[in-house]
């Protein structure tokens, strides 16, 4: 098709367009027009201007001349040449390639950045750093694909990094900072070394040339929801609720992805603090494999919840919160002896707070898991340990008695492990 399209181009319509390319350029850089330079570096777009472009450049084959030949562009050939060659690339599938040659402009963009006093073109600044983490991923899988390790994305961070580098100083570019600091942390998790992301959280939460509400709430989100993830993956359940629930709050109603995004980590967040989520919510949102999840917690079923577990545990296991599921057991074994509590208490209330260890034993029989009297001890012991039940253990009768005031505490939004 490439080649289709390029075989009806003529050379002298090539030349009119790479020229046009080249004046567009000068001119957005010498108005200071950033909207429309960020457009020229907009390569994995695949807009009809850059997909034409990328044709007569493949038409034309000699670009770089036309580009030195004029003293306009002279100051622009660090950037230019290799902008051009990675839109030429790109467009016949050379993604390597177009890596390469996008770093090559991108740096010297950024040399050229760091030289203009004022923040005009910081919108073209944030498509070059969303465009380097985006031509990094698509080359990476092409070196997988050919049995190469794949290293594209990790040299993307590290061109990031001097990117944040340069908007991390005083004066009006460090309004940036954020945009920067959110396409580092989808790298860094992208390659599972998100333990990099502190020395950039560090950097933006305790300088003082950092006001965090200067920030664009779009930044402020996307921020709040990484750096809430980060809290999840270190089980500081407050924390991770505090930004999720923010980013949640403050998120474009009308991105729904985002949203679902968000919630993908903050339900497991609010059940670890023992909030259960409506079942409309998980509907809306197509989170359904946390349905069973919640009823299990519902119904104190621990079949329920080791068969969600083992059914979603590809997708659990990916999005980093099996673990944090899999601690719900406690809330689970807590809320089947208040059901014992509850049923007790209807027959005999006199006798309610006397749980007999057997009894729990039948009753996890009954959800065909075996669990013998010193099993079921132990983990009373736990309950009570963490004060998800209040009483205390008769031993030689083998009975958990309940205390008559509020046996069994609510979470009131604290972790279990606290």
Same mark, same amino acid.
């Given at each position: 098709?490439?080649?289709? +399209?390029?075989?009806?181009?003529?050379?002298?319509?090539?030349?009119?367009?790479?020229?046009?390319?080249?004046?567009?350029?000068?001119?957005?850089?010498?108005?200071?027009?950033?909207?429309?330079?960020?457009?020229?570096?907009?390569?994995?777009?695949?807009?009809?201007?850059?997909?034409?472009?990328?044709?007569? &450049?493949?038409?034309?084959?000699?670009?770089?001349?036309?580009?030195?030949?004029?003293? *306009?562009?002279?100051?622009?050939?660090?950037?230019?040449?290799?902008?051009?060659?990675?839109?030429?690339?790109?467009?016949?599938?050379?993604?390597?390639?177009?890596?390469?040659?996008?770093?090559?402009?991108?740096?010297?963009?950024?040399?050229?950045?760091?030289?203009?006093? *004022?923040?005009?073109? +910081? =919108?073209? +600044?944030?498509?070059?750093?969303?465009?380097?983490?985006?031509?990094?991923?698509?080359?990476?899988?092409?070196?997988?694909?050919?049995?190469?390790?794949?290293?594209?994305?990790?040299?993307?961070?590290?061109?990031?990094?001097?990117?944040?580098?340069? &908007?991390?100083?005083?004066?009006?570019?460090?309004?940036?900072?954020?945009?920067? *600091?959110?396409?580092?942390?989808?790298?860094?998790?992208?390659?599972?070394?998100?333990?990099?992301?502190?020395?950039?959280?560090?950097?933006?939460?305790?300088?003082?040339?950092?006001?965090?509400? =200067?920030?664009?709430?779009?930044? $402020?989100?996307?921020?709040?929801?990484?750096?809430?993830?980060? =809290?999840?993956?270190? =089980?500081?359940? #407050?924390?991770?609720?505090?930004?999720?629930?923010?980013?949640?709050?403050?998120?474009?109603?009308?991105?729904?992805?985002?949203?679902?995004?968000?919630?993908?980590?903050?339900?497991?967040?609010?059940?670890?603090?023992?909030?259960?989520?409506?079942?409309?919510?998980?509907?809306?949102?197509?989170?359904?494999?946390?349905?069973?999840?919640?009823?299990?917690?519902?119904?104190?079923?621990?079949? #329920?919840?080791?068969?969600?577990?083992?059914?979603?545990?590809?997708?659990?296991?990916?999005?980093?919160?099996? #673990?944090?599921?899999?601690?719900?057991?406690?809330?689970?074994?807590?809320?089947?002896?208040?059901?014992?509590?509850?049923?007790?208490?209807?027959?005999?209330?006199?006798?309610?707070?006397?749980?007999?260890?057997?009894?729990?034993?039948?009753?996890?029989?009954?959800?065909?898991?075996?669990?013998?009297?010193?099993?079921?001890?132990?983990?009373?012991?736990? #309950?009570?340990?963490?004060?998800?039940?209040?009483?205390?253990?008769?031993?030689?009768?083998?009975?958990?008695? &309940?205390?008559?005031?509020?046996?069994?505490?609510?979470?009131?939004? $604290?972790?279990?492990?606290?």
């Amino acid at each position: 098709m490439v080649g289709e +399209m390029a075989a009806l181009m003529s050379m002298g319509e090539s030349h009119r367009r790479i020229t046009e390319y080249l004046h567009r350029f000068s001119d957005s850089v010498s108005t200071q027009d950033s909207s429309s330079l960020k457009q020229l570096f907009r390569v994995s777009s695949n807009s009809p201007f850059l997909l034409s472009l990328a044709d007569a &450049l493949n038409v034309f084959q000699d670009a770089n001349r036309l580009i030195k030949q004029f003293d *306009t562009y002279s100051d622009l050939v660090e950037i230019l040449v290799p902008l051009l060659r990675c839109l030429q690339s790109y467009r016949i599938g050379n993604l390597v390639d177009a890596y390469n040659a996008f770093e090559r402009s991108a740096n010297a963009f950024l040399q050229e950045f760091r030289n203009w006093e *004022t923040a005009w073109a +910081m =919108e073209a +600044m944030f498509v070059v750093a969303y465009e380097i983490r985006v031509l990094a991923e698509k080359a990476d899988r092409e070196l997988a694909s050919l049995g190469k390790a794949p290293e594209k994305l990790k040299a993307a961070g590290s061109f990031l990094m001097k990117v944040f580098g340069t &908007l991390a100083g005083k004066g009006p570019k460090r309004i940036g900072a954020l945009y920067v *600091t959110c396409q580092l942390f989808k790298i860094y998790f992208k390659l599972g070394t998100v333990h990099l992301c502190r020395s950039v959280i560090r950097s933006i939460e305790t300088a003082r040339i950092f006001d965090f509400e =200067e920030f664009p709430f779009r930044d $402020k989100v996307t921020y709040m929801y990484y750096t809430g993830r980060l =809290e999840v993956y270190n =089980e500081n359940f #407050l924390a991770a609720d505090q930004k999720l629930t923010y980013s949640l709050n403050h998120c474009d109603p009308r991105k729904e992805a985002n949203i679902r995004m968000i919630l993908k980590y903050l339900i497991p967040v609010k059940l670890s603090i023992g909030i259960l989520p409506q079942s409309w919510l998980l509907d809306k949102y197509n989170l359904v494999e946390y349905n069973d999840v919640v009823q299990a917690l519902r119904r104190g079923d621990l079949r #329920l919840l080791r068969h969600a577990l083992q059914k979603h545990e590809d997708r659990f296991l990916r999005a980093g919160v099996y #673990l944090v599921l899999e601690k719900l057991e406690l809330q689970v074994y807590q809320r089947l002896v208040k059901k014992i509590y509850i049923i007790q208490k209807q027959r005999d209330p006199s006798k309610a707070h006397q749980v007999k260890l057997d009894v729990i034993v039948k009753a996890l029989k009954w959800l065909e898991i075996d669990m013998d009297v010193d099993e079921v001890e132990c983990i009373m012991a736990i #309950l009570i340990y963490k004060n998800l039940v209040k009483g205390y253990f008769a031993h030689k009768s083998k009975v958990v008695v &309940l205390s008559k005031q509020d046996p069994f505490p609510k979470l009131n939004g $604290k972790p279990v492990n606290s």
